[in-house]
């Protein structure tokens, strides 16, 4: 079992940054990627982006609509995975959900089946 505790959600004007953390514990050996979603009211829950836990590329997966403005990171020795968000807009505004799960696949990141644990979410609300 992986538990997953999300945090740094809050209120943000439009145009200003907010930076999402998520804890592991418990068996954080038995995943090799994590990865961020969000949910807005009334809408299905979407891919944000994705990094590749283990191995030293840490390669990063993002949808097309936070490219460029949004960053994701790793800090294994602190089992932890952050979400940079600059440039927010109204549109970003949504529970944020960390994941965590074993994907061996690049082109599988962006579906929320291929994570097994996921956390209880953080808000954030984008003001404009």
């Known amino acids: 079992q992986v538990q997953l505790v999300e945090s740094g959600g809050g209120l943000v004007q439009a145009g200003g940054s907010l930076r999402l953390s998520c804890a592991a514990s418990?068996?954080?050996?038995?995943?090799?990627?994590m990865g961020w979603f969000r949910q807005a009211p009334g809408k299905e829950r979407e891919f944000v982006a994705g990094?590749?836990?283990?191995?030293?590329?840490?390669?990063?997966y993002y949808a097309d609509h936070v490219k460029g403005r949004f960053t994701i990171s790793r800090d294994n020795a602190k089992n932890t995975v952050y979400l940079q968000m600059n440039s927010l807009q109204p549109e970003d505004t949504a529970v944020y959900y960390c994941?965590?799960?074993?994907?061996?696949?690049?082109?599988?990141?962006?579906?929320?089946?291929?994570?097994?644990?996921w956390g209880q979410g953080t808000q954030v609300t984008v003001s404009s």
């Open positions: 418990g068996r954080p050996l038995t995943i090799n990627s």
């Open positions: 990094i590749r836990w283990r191995g030293s590329l840490g390669n990063t």
């Open positions: 994941a965590a799960g074993s994907i061996y696949s690049s082109g599988t990141y962006y579906f929320p089946s291929q994570y097994a644990y």
